[in-house]
């Protein structure tokens, strides 16, 4: 890849990863803020009420602050490290919350295509850590043997929270509809009785 695409692709993956940063964070300040005000209007007449507006936002400042800390991402380090060095490095920070199994001869695709895996490794990651109980657990798979390639997510059912349901991850691979098909890659969600399977075919 030339010098100055590179340097291009690094400077709208950093722009973009710090705007959906930013308007989370900033989403979930203003709800903090709303609940608050609320919490204000009635801890005199409603106590027991103004009680759960605090749990909640102490749960959604949580919240917040495991998303933001998951969050640290460095588009020219996976670059030029590539994809699967790359994650293998991350998943060894968050063991045993995020196990990785490869199986097969690694490859290398395009900046493209790893930058939008990892885009999606991250959202998944992120939302699962952030939404499911206190210990989840994420098991992920590269299978290189596979013909197109395979990368798989499997997330057990029985860690899922009440704030999460299994349709919340149709929604969030929704958004890459677009530029999945832009790279030739195919998402695959499968909802079975013990795990949510999210597989990329690439």
Not at 78 to 83: E, I, R, T, W
Request: with cysteine; hydrophobic share 40%; proline share 4%.
């Amino acid at each position: 890849m030339k010098s100055e695409e590179h340097r291009k692709l690094i400077a709208r993956e950093r722009a973009r990863y710090s705007r959906e940063i930013h308007d989370r964070a900033a989403q979930n300040l203003t709800a903090i803020g709303l609940n608050l005000q609320l919490c204000q209007s009635v801890i005199s007449i409603k106590p027991e009420k103004a009680e759960k507006i605090i749990a909640n936002c102490l749960e959604l400042i949580d919240a917040t602050a495991r998303e933001l800390k998951y969050s640290i991402f460095e588009p020219s380090a996976l670059l030029n490290l590539g994809l699967i060095p790359y994650i293998k490095k991350f998943i060894e920070g968050y063991e045993p919350l995020c196990s990785l199994v490869i199986s097969g001869k690694e490859k290398s695709f395009s900046p493209g295509l790893e930058l939008l895996v990892w885009r999606i490794f991250s959202e998944i990651f992120n939302f699962t850590i952030v939404n499911q109980n206190k210990n989840p657990e994420i098991e992920v798979k590269f299978d290189f043997n596979k013909e197109p390639s395979l990368f798989l997510f499997k997330i057990p059912s029985r860690n899922f929270s009440k704030n999460i349901e299994k349709a919340d991850y149709n929604k969030l691979t929704a958004r890459f509809l677009n530029d999945s098909e832009e790279h030739k890659l195919k998402i695959i969600i499968e909802h079975n009785v013990d795990s949510t399977l999210i597989k990329l075919n690439f």
